[in-house]
């Protein structure tokens, strides 16, 4: 049990955080929606409420969809500009690949407005990328491709005035795909550290959420000019309904997994606040009748929302079946709506359903219930950010390292090491793509510069040292004479007092699926509709449902949760 | 010269020191000791290459009970620890240290982080360096030197310190660095780089 919760103004946590030894496995984070507490959910809210506006300050798009545009939103005295370049290729030079050489679009997202020199040097470094030099004014940089199996066919539907088939759109659910979308220092552009005073900044990815957005609404305006390029007066824009449904694709593999073994502090930060968040929820002994209400049509959104999620992969396309028939049965019945009307409802129905329904059924529960309780835990959003340290607690000595092993490594000392399949994987720095990737030890080369992702082996391989050594000596002695000892005891320590900070699984085990890691770390994207193509990378959609800058003053602007389209059949 | 990001400057740092060997917590307080310095607008990439270069050639020290003036402890590489034992076992630590800048970072850093004030003296007990209320005080052209005797200890009393320079993070968040000295840099961590094998191409969005 977590023991320490941080009491809330709102309310009093009487149900306890569930235990990381639960919670960090690579099953259940694999398992992880989206939810209010998600990234791109957090930059939705802020616009609103800080009454963002958006306009587009420059649009050199040609009759064939070629040039150059700019997108501004201002908030305050600050504007971010969205500089957009819109390129000619050919469809067989169209990749997923994170090293393609060409796109249809790249972007950066620059700070303030950009001058006609900056533009210029952007025209010339944004379309190469990575080999590229970029300004420290940039926050990101980012390239899509457009979607091959919609793009034309929402083209040519909206200039003949027609509005595309409803089936097309939720099925693939964008028009462009991003394939990365890089910020904080990479390639030359910004240091997000040295932005921080910028309010949206302090909270994790907004930079990057931002881009995302703004290359929605681009491709959504990109597809309405074209249409009148071509269609005339006969054409017709995307409907408010679809252009809310429309988001942005991204493929996405191993390039993002080890950010969460190397931001230990950051990941139990984020995963603090959603179990916070949990638990509050779980603490509340009555909801009104609205919320009882707002309970179970969220469910029913979300039985929607999984009809309409298509996925090819077996193992996925498993898992949304039975979620889609546990919400059924949650559904139909009949002690679920007398559940949330009794005492500790949400604790109740998570009791009276536990022991029928999949993991990815409990947690898209969790998502549920977190959603209609925003003035209960939306202030847990201020916590999701940290500076992480540098240095290594100075306070302990072997003894107590070694309990700490004991007490919150007891997951890593129980595996047999010696087994041919917990030492199958080799995570590596690929040198095409300058990214990680997985190598198998007794058939690929390069495991002598394997990353140091072995949290098991390098804990058993610590605790022999440290138990040669004196129980008195302090940790920093310790490392200071055995210096292969320093970045495990870091490890150790940070855990110590951030207990979701370690993923608890064997990552170079036979049985590891790194595509459990990248969800985890999608859903805090408030990533929707994942789509694993296998183990090692999945297509996913962002901002789908999100309000559009025009679309921004609507009431229910920010609840978009499970979206999903009427389909006409 | 190339203009760099701090970001680039830690991950790179981390990697060249990497490509020899270097334990991974090491490499890493090293690229966080690079990046306070390349923050602070102190000379940098010149050291970590020399360091590198006297790594390989065995002629620093990554240990305190192994130091003299002919094989120095390399404060780039083992400043962050010797602070944190220094402040642990809260003694006076004597000996050669190889690129002493770099311990002007660990103590900036623990004296933020752990409020752990510190001060370092030359040979001469002469006060050159101390950190009070997070903030560093140093006299850094003392420390130009590549190679001297110190004394690094709790801070004792810096009111009778003379020091009132303290050094500052610069408004910029980039750096400028030789271009083809950060070429060698950057040929050392792709040397951490493997090449793609067929099971990491099979299934990886190929």
């Known amino acids: 049990m977590i023991n320490h919760i941080k009491k809330s103004k709102y309310i009093e946590n009487k149900i306890p955080l569930r235990d990381p030894s639960k919670v960090m496995k690579l099953e259940r984070l694999g398992s992880f929606h989206q939810s209010r507490l998600s990234f791109s959910r957090q930059l939705i809210n802020e616009i609103v409420q800080n009454k963002w506006i958006f306009n587009i300050s420059e649009w050199n798009i040609n009759n064939d969809g070629i040039g150059h545009a700019v997108i501004n939103s201002i908030c305050n005295k600050n504007i971010f500009s969205l500089v957009i370049f819109s390129h000619s290729i050919q469809d067989e030079e169209r990749s997923d690949r994170v090293i393609a050489e060409k796109w249809d679009m790249t972007f950066s997202l620059f700070k303030g407005k950009p001058s006609k020199k900056e533009i210029t040097h952007m025209s010339e470094n944004l379309k190469i990328q990575e080999l590229g030099r970029h300004l420290p004014k940039q926050l990101t940089l980012s390239r899509a491709n457009k979607s091959v199996r919609i793009f034309e066919k929402v083209l040519d539907a909206l200039s003949n005035g027609r509005q595309p088939d409803h089936n097309l759109i939720n099925d693939i659910g964008y028009l462009v795909r991003t394939t990365a979308v890089y910020g904080n220092g990479k390639f030359g552009i910004g240091d997000f550290s040295k932005m921080q005073s910028e309010h949206f900044l302090r909270k994790p990815f907004q930079a990057e959420m931002l881009t995302v957005y703004l290359i929605r609404y681009f491709s959504i305006e990109l597809i309405n000019f074209l249409s009148k390029v071509k269609g005339g007066l006969k054409a017709v824009k995307l409907s408010e309904i679809i252009s809310k449904h429309i988001g942005v694709g991204n493929a996405t593999g191993l390039g993002m997994a080890p950010f969460l073994f190397n931001h230990q502090e950051l990941l139990h930060q984020w995963i603090y606040a959603k179990e916070t968040a949990l638990s509050r929820v779980l603490s509340l002994d009555k909801i009104s009748i609205d919320k009882q209400s707002d309970i179970f049509n969220l469910i029913e959104q979300a039985y929607q929302y999984s009809v309409q999620w298509k996925v090819s992969d077996p193992i996925q396309y498993n898992k949304i079946k039975i979620l889609n028939s546990d919400l059924q049965v949650i559904l139909k019945n009949i002690n679920t709506k007398v559940i949330l009307n009794q005492s500790y409802p949400l604790k109740k129905l998570t009791n009276f359903f536990k022991d029928d329904i999949s993991i990815e059924t409990e947690e898209i529960l969790h998502s549920i219930f977190l959603e209609p309780f925003g003035n209960i835990i939306d202030d847990l959003i201020n916590n999701m950010s940290v500076i992480e340290k540098n240095t290594v607690s100075i306070n302990f000595n072997v003894k107590e390292i070694i309990e700490m092993i004991e007490k919150n490594y007891s997951w890593a000392l129980d595996i047999d090491l010696k087994k041919d399949e917990e030492n199958w994987f080799f995570w590596y720095t690929s040198q095409a793509k300058l990214e990680p990737r997985l190598g198998i030890r007794k058939k690929d080369k390069g495991f002598d510069k394997e990353l140091p992702f072995d949290i098991p082996h390098q804990i058993q391989k610590g605790m022999v040292i440290l138990r040669s050594l004196p129980n008195d000596m302090l940790g920093t002695e310790a490392m200071l004479n055995y210096p292969e000892l320093r970045n495990i005891i870091r490890r150790i320590i940070i855990n110590n007092v951030s207990p979701y900070s370690e993923i608890q699984d064997n990552l170079i085990g036979f049985n590891s699926k790194p595509i459990d890691i990248l969800r985890c770390k999608l859903s805090f994207f408030g990533a929707s509709k994942y789509d694993p193509k296998s183990d090692l990378w999945t297509r996913i959609t962002l901002f789908q449902g999100a309000p559009l800058p025009h679309q921004l003053k609507e009431k229910d602007a920010c609840n978009w949760l499970f979206p999903s389209l009427p389909i006409y059949n | ?206």
């Open chain 2, 1 to 206: 010269m190339v203009q760099l990001s701090l970001n680039e400057i830690y991950s790179e740092t981390q990697k060249a020191l990497r490509s020899l060997g270097i334990d991974w917590g090491i490499a890493k307080d090293c690229a966080v000791l690079t990046r306070w310095l390349a923050l602070h607008n102190q000379y940098f990439l010149g050291s970590i290459l020399k360091t590198a270069d006297m790594y390989k050639n065995k002629k620093i020290s990554i240990s305190i009970q192994e130091n003299n003036f002919k094989k120095p402890l390399s404060a780039n590489l083992m400043g962050m620890l010797l602070v944190e034992y220094i402040a642990a076992k809260k003694i006076v630590w004597e000996g050669f240290l190889y690129n002493p800048k770099f311990i002007l970072a660990a103590m900036n850093i623990i004296a933020i982080e752990q409020k752990i004030n510190m001060e370092l003296r030359d040979k001469n007990n002469k006060v050159i360096a101390f950190t009070n209320n997070k903030k560093l005080y140093a006299d850094i052209i003392q420390l130009k030197t590549s190679n001297g005797y110190f004394f690094l200890s709790l801070e004792i009393n810096n009111k009778i310190n003379k020091l009132d320079k303290f050094v500052t993070p610069s408004a910029q968040n980039t750096s400028y660095v030789n271009e083809k000295c950060w070429n060698k840099l950057k040929a050392m961590a792709f040397e951490t780089y493997v090449p793609e094998s067929e099971t990491s191409i099979s299934g990886a969005g190929y």
